[in-house]
């Protein structure tokens, strides 16, 4: 029945069809906003919302009083409370392959400035493939338990974690404040067994051990979490009141003193030759092991070193995670559709004839582009010896970790006689605009701006989405359903929905899932936002490029709203001191600045900005000032040669004290550091009057910070 076209369906199918189309929504929907665990695609999802309005349009007699175009989404579990983490809960790069470790290695000696031949020690470990958990202990006892979250706040599952037999509630022997970090898990037999149980009881199977760790974990009643056979690894640490050990190795031998489970597969390595073999010699246990592991870590071995490597944004640069092949399987692509994104792109999405992969049901992914559908690279190269991909084909489907899948390869002996080239539109589908590609640009973009409708509800989504707004209430369904009912088209009007709407409540209270409390609830939960930091409201905007990382630099350097808007304007013709500050900052390329000139100045675009302005109250962003920094606040040239630490190394560590480090010296240079061999800057710096300092005279400024 869900094959038939909808112009094909009969009265009595079309009445048999919106009542399994009534089921299947409700439950999607409940999945989605209490249990967590979608079982189908935000596109599937929608598709399933279309056909049953397709099918109402045509038979209006036969719309249901539960019709699922009547419901905007279903109420969200009743939380966990939230936990800011004292320090980040970060995530780790990842490497596929012998270079990728070759290079990580290499990265680290030319920043710490270790010869390739010096012997540099590495822990290698397995991944776990669960979910991360961070205990706090505060004079040995377990206080609290939070999940990973977006790294910044997490969910206190403490009452949960209380039921993990792995998880100690009193240790001895611990500095006074240790928050223990580590994998969430299940093993495989238990993973069997609570799946055989759960269907015996017509309950919800999971589909892979992971899964079954997280649902079991993010249960409201601790009794649930209890029943089931949850295990816990440690291998970190966030706070410390007193250092474990001055090694990553000493450190995991101390967690496992205080009564934590380690992992047995631990080692300590010399160099990257050490490592790979480590690598080959799990990847050979995988199989015989009895929970999963994705993958294996590597950490430089000596806390110092791991000190002065520091982090990139949102990774550690001393560590790795060197991933296990990617999964594979083969089936048959059905269709290509278009999906338009937030920025316009125009994405080939393959739908694929359901296949398992890894674990995973599969049957949507992800094909980049329109040359990747050709055969062809970005640079017009063969790949896949130059085969396309055609409706119909038999294709081999791909999935590393939780990235979408991908097709990766087609096999052309399985191509059917009819298959014809694909023909990538030219225009949005959309919205009818004309899609172009930029030259040097891999996607094909729609020109329609906020006029295309797909574009203005991803931009929306993605304005209220976790990381930009995140309005308790206000998810991609409702914003979604808004849209469409054209309550809400730009940012601003979000926040005027109380003052438009509070009148009109009788429409949202005719809706089902809303009533008078909770369409309140949802203004409050707005109203809550309007107080919103500078770095938030950047990334909400949802500039191409502009990630959340780019938009904590952008706001640290220009402090409030006013002085970023002043700034792009000065900047819109990519000359002159703005421009040249706007490129200053670390972290902001030429494309990324381009991205943002163009978009920030772009009038319609502006004019929605400056209404959403009106309704908030931005908070400002402070520089770090790292307490106690000599040079907080100060901006830094280094020039010239440093001898006892690159210039990476030299840079990040100013940052990390406070400094901004510019790259050329003007009258706003507060110190140069000049090595041998400096220069023009030094002559300038004279000039000007700057004070100069060699790299002794730097070190000593900032000893014991
Ligand atoms: S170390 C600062 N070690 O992998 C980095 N993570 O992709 C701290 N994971 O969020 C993480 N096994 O959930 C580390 N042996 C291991 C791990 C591991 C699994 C997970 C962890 C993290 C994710 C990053």
């Not at 001895?172 to 969430?184: D, F, S």
């Not at 015996?200 to 992971?210: I, V, W």
């Not at 694929?352 to 049957?363: A, E, F, N, Q, R």
């Not at 990390?656 to 510019?662: E, I, N």
Request: net charge negative; proline share 5%; charged share 25%.
């Amino acid at each position: 029945m869900a094959d038939i076209p909808v112009e094909a369906l009969d009265q009595s199918a079309a009445r048999a069809e919106l009542a399994r189309l009534a089921d299947i929504i409700a439950k999607a929907n409940a999945a989605y906003h209490q249990s967590d665990d979608p079982f189908i695609s935000d596109a599937e999802f929608d598709a399933l919302k279309q056909r049953n309005a397709a099918i109402e349009a045509r038979f209006p007699a036969l719309k249901r009083p539960d019709s699922p175009s009547d419901i905007v989404g279903a109420t969200p579990a009743e939380g966990f409370s939230k936990v800011t983490h004292e320090v980040a809960m970060l995530s780790l790069a990842n490497g596929f392959d012998d270079a990728d470790i070759e290079e990580f290695d290499r990265r680290i000696r030319r920043y710490l400035n270790i010869a390739v031949e010096a012997p540099l020690h590495y822990t290698a470990e397995p991944k776990i493939d669960g979910l991360s958990l961070s205990l706090r202990y505060e004079k040995g006892a377990l206080v609290q338990a939070a999940t990973r979250g977006d790294g910044t706040t997490g969910e206190n599952v403490t009452a949960n974690a209380r039921t993990i037999a792995d998880i100690p509630h009193q240790i001895q022997g611990a500095p006074e404040i240790l928050e223990v970090r580590g994998e969430v898990y299940m093993s495989h037999p238990d993973f069997e067994a609570l799946n055989a149980c759960q269907a015996e009881l017509g309950g919800k199977t999971f589909a892979n051990p992971r899964n079954a760790a997280a649902g079991s974990l993010r249960q409201l009643n601790p009794d649930i979490t209890r029943a089931r056979p949850l295990r816990f690894f440690a291998y970190a640490w966030g706070a410390l009141s007193a250092p474990l050990s001055d090694t990553q190795w000493g450190a995991i031998k101390r967690l496992s003193e205080f009564g934590f489970a380690t992992n047995d597969l631990t080692r300590l390595c010399t160099g990257q030759k050490d490592l790979l073999a480590q690598y080959k010699t799990i990847e050979s246990q995988r199989a015989t092991l009895t929970y999963d592991i994705d993958g294996v870590v590597y950490k430089v071995n000596d806390l110092g070193l791991q000190d002065r490597l520091g982090f990139r944004s949102t990774t550690p640069r001393w560590a790795i995670a060197h991933k296990f092949p990617a999964e594979l399987a083969w089936t048959r692509l059905e269709a290509i559709d278009i999906q338009v994104g937030r920025t316009g792109a125009l994405s080939p999405v393959a739908r694929l004839h359901p296949v398992t992969v890894g674990g995973v049901v599969v049957s949507n992914a992800t094909l980049h582009n329109e040359d990747y559908i050709a055969g062809r690279d970005n640079k017009g190269a063969q790949i896949r010896a130059g085969k396309d991909i055609r409706v119909g084909d038999w294709v081999q489907v791909y999935r590393a970790g939780d990235v979408i899948p991908k097709v990766a390869d087609v096999d052309l002996s399985k191509r059917p006689e009819a298959a014809q080239p694909y023909v990538f539109p030219v225009t949005c589908p959309e919205c009818q605009s004309d899609a172009l590609r930029e030259p040097g640009d891999a996607i094909r973009r729609c020109t329609g701006g906020l006029i295309c409708p797909a574009q203005a509800v991803e931009k929306l989504k993605h304005f209220v989405s976790r990381a930009a707004f995140d309005i308790e209430g206000l998810g991609a369904k409702q914003v979604e359903q808004f849209y469409a009912d054209g309550w809400i088209t730009g940012p601003a009007d979000i926040f005027r929905l109380r003052e438009r709407y509070s009148d009109g409540l009788q429409q949202l209270k005719n809706r089902e899932g809303w009533g008078e409390k909770s369409a309140n609830n949802l203004f409050d939960a707005i109203d809550e936002k309007r107080k919103i930091s500078l770095t938030r409201l950047i990334f909400s905007l949802g500039i191409r490029h502009v990630g959340e990382a780019a938009s904590n630099l952008i706001a640290m350097h220009y402090g409030t709203a006013e002085a970023f808007l002043d700034a792009m304007d000065a900047a819109a013709d990519q000359t002159g001191p703005a421009w040249e500050s706007l490129l200053s900052i670390d972290g902001v390329g030429e494309v990324m600045a381009t991205s943002l000139v163009h978009s920030l100045t772009q009038p319609s675009e502006r004019a929605s900005i400056d209404a959403l302005l009106q309704q908030l109250n931005v908070q400002p962003v402070a520089r770090p000032t790292a307490e106690g920094s000599p040079v907080a606040g100060q901006t830094v040239v280094f020039t010239g040669t440093l001898e006892k630490m690159t210039r990476a190394e030299a840079k990040a560590r100013a940052e990390r004290l406070g400094a901004k480090v510019s790259g050329s010296v003007s009258a706003k240079t507060d110190l140069l550091v000049a090595g041998p061999g400096a220069g023009s800057k030094a002559r300038k710096a004279a000039e000007l009057g700057i004070r100069t300092l060699d790299e002794d005279g730097w070190l000593a400024l900032i000893e014991g910070q």
